[in-house]
């Protein structure tokens, strides 16, 4: 069951997320992959998981850019890097 309210694309891409390797990160492209939709809509993947009501329960943080950026996180940019730190990944990709 999902957790969380949210549109139908939101909970298929907070469960994508919710999927993502512990000590790992995952691109917004990988994200929208997996859920089967467009790839122009990867931004539109990055605006979901920022929108996710469980900032401390979903691993917000280990969304990364495709180029292995620390793009936005809600929780605050200079948050994300310990997080993941914090998990074991030496650096993002």
């Not at 996180?73 to 730190?85: A, H, M, S």
Request: glycine share 14%; net charge positive.
């Amino acid at each position: 069951m999902p957790l969380g309210p949210g549109t139908e694309f939101r909970e298929r891409a907070w469960a994508a997320l919710d999927d993502a390797p512990y000590s790992g990160t995952v691109t917004y492209g990988e994200i929208t992959a997996r859920i089967d939709a467009h790839r122009a809509v990867a931004r539109v993947v990055g605006g979901a998981i920022g929108a996710s009501p469980l900032l401390n329960v979903r691993p917000c943080y280990r969304g990364i850019g495709a180029d292995g950026s620390m793009t936005r996180y809600v929780g605050g940019l200079d948050r994300k890097p310990w997080q993941l730190t914090r998990e074991g990944v030496a650096q993002a990709r």
